[in-house]
Each structure stands twice: as C-alpha cells, then as structure tokens.
C-alpha cells in the first residue's frame, strides 16, 4: 500500500471529525460515537480472516493512546502488527487473546494467606484500621488449615477443618468465618486464580453440612 492509500488521517481529525467510522487505510478506523452527550473516540481495527466474517477489533481509545502525533503513530503501530498476524495465517483477535491468556498463566497463584492479605490492602481507605485488624485476626486464628494452601485448591473439607472446632462453641465468630473465607474466595474468582463455585457459600451447600446457627 501506497502512503496515500494508508495515513489518511491527520492529529487534527481526532478531535475534529463527527460521528462514524473514519479510515485510515490498511483497515485502521477511528470510530467516534456519541451517547448521552458524551463523545467517545477509539481505534478499531477492521478485517476478514479467509473464509471468515468481517471482525473489529479494538485497539484502544483516543484518550488511552493519546490525541497527538505519538497517539496516532502507536494506533498505526498496533495496526500493522496485526496486519502481520493476517500475513501469517492467524486472527490478530485470537492471537492477543491468547497472549493474555499465557500471561495470566505465568502469573503465581497465590495461598490463601497471601490473597487475604491483598484482600484486606485493597480495603484501605473504606475500611478502618479496626475492622481490617479485626478481620486479619480471624484468618490468623481461625483459618490455618488453608492459609498455606494455593486458593485455587481450597476446597469445601478445607473450609469444613477451618470451621468445625468452632461451629458450636463460637457460632458466632464461626459464621463470620465463613463469610470471610467466602469473601476471600470470590476474589480469588475475580483474580482468576480460581474457577467454579465457591467451597465457602453457605446457600444450598455449607447449610447441608452444618446444624443452623
């Protein structure tokens, strides 16, 4: 392709151009839309894989890349990389999925001790310092017999050994643990470290196994 074919765009444009799909040769698009009196600009990238469906794929927002020279050099750089993925046979959408997917794989998964930790720092400032204190006291005392454990291998015996010293003694510290335990496990589930239903939910699972408080 032709430089003409190819940069049709301009860092005044990004700011300038109205709603629609606005190219740039080579597949790039500025895509500006508008909602709600909002104006929303992002860089999209649009192909057909052989014998596929027309696909967009994003590549990020003005504002994310930058409306300036540099913004707009990154948004052709992104665009050619996956232009190259096209020349190689492989879906650039596919190809990026599995980047983060191999990412996300190399990261450690974490003991449960090590997340509630993190739990409780991503508390900061909407908790007080008493109740984040209170709430590491009980993983402390109570929960020993997964704090070493990688959460993705906490299951519901493991909740169950954590629980049942206390269950009728302390019910009432006994069900703060659950919940807690059960709080630090759905994290784990949006951290992606773990899959499936929670061990520690009381509803329709620990409430077949235990006596009601």
């Known amino acids: 392709m032709n430089a ?20 740039d040769g080579g597949g790039l698009y500025l895509q500006i839309a508008e909602q709600k009196k909002k104006v929303g600009r992002r860089w999209v990238f649009r192909f ?12 990020g927002s003005v504002d994310q890349l930058g409306a300036s020279a540099s913004g707009l050099s990154l948004a052709r750089e992104l665009a050619q990389n996956a232009r190259q993925c096209l020349a ?16 996300a794989a190399a990261i450690p998964v ?65 069900r703060r643990v659950q919940n807690r335990i059960e709080r630090v496990l759905s ?4 951290r992606k470290f773990r899959q499936g239903d929670n061990p520690a939910r009381w509803v329709d699972h620990l409430d077949h196994l235990l006596a009601e408080p």
Not at 187 to 190: L, M, N, Q, S, Y
């Open 4 to 23: 003409r074919a190819m940069f049709k765009l301009s860092v005044a444009d990004l700011s300038r151009l109205g709603p629609g799909f606005h190219s």
């Open 110 to 174: 974490p003991t449960f001790k090590a997340l509630a930790a993190e739990y409780l720092a991503a508390r900061d400032g909407s908790w007080t310092p008493k109740v984040v204190a209170h709430w590491a006291m009980t993983f402390r005392q109570y929960c020993e017999p997964i704090n070493s454990l990688r959460v993705d291998l906490v299951d519901t015996d493991h909740v169950l050994k954590c629980l049942h010293p206390i269950w009728k003694e302390k019910t009432e510290t006994a």
């Open 48 to 59: 057909q894989p052989s014998g596929g469906r027309q696909r967009d794929m994003r590549l």
């Open 187 to 190: 994290f784990a589930t949006v």
């Open 88 to 103: 190689r046979g492989v879906d650039p959408i596919d190809e990026r999925k599995a980047k983060v997917a191999a990412k």
